[in-house]
């Protein structure tokens, strides 16, 4: 069964750090670029970070620039999501993705989902 499994999330004050992990199965999707949605109530989901499968291409949305860091470890089969300066418009569900295409920045590029975390910041 494939799965892809975030945790990290919770309550934090506004300025605060978070950080996200995912956990995936490494004989699958080590060869995946991974990355990190986010969906506010009433707004779609949109492009947080991804991470190439090498870890040599990380690209991230303009609202979180110097913010959040993306990272992983293919022998521990995880993805990071290190969030800092956090504000209330951070707050929504976070997943985690696996995707084949090597810069996949969009929902439709990628396969797998998680079931999500939630990150709420309080102002």
């Known amino acids: 069964q494939v799965q892809l499994v975030e945790s990290g999330g919770g309550l934090v004050q506004a300025g605060g750090p978070l950080r996200l992990s995912c956990a995936y199965s490494?004989?699958?999707?080590?060869?995946?670029?991974m990355g990190w949605f986010r969906q506010a109530p009433g707004k779609e989901r949109e492009f947080v970070a991804a991470i190439s499968r090498n870890s040599l291409r990380i690209y991230y949305a303009d609202s979180v620039k110097g913010r959040f860091t993306i990272s992983r470890d293919n022998a521990k089969g995880t993805v990071y999501l290190r969030m800092t300066s956090l504000k209330a418009e951070d707050t929504a569900v976070y997943y985690c993705a696996a995707g084949i295409t090597a810069q996949a920045m969009t929902v439709r590029m990628y396969d797998y989902w998680g079931q999500g975390t939630q990150v709420t910041v309080s102002s």
């Open positions: 490494t004989r699958t999707f080590s060869g995946y670029t």
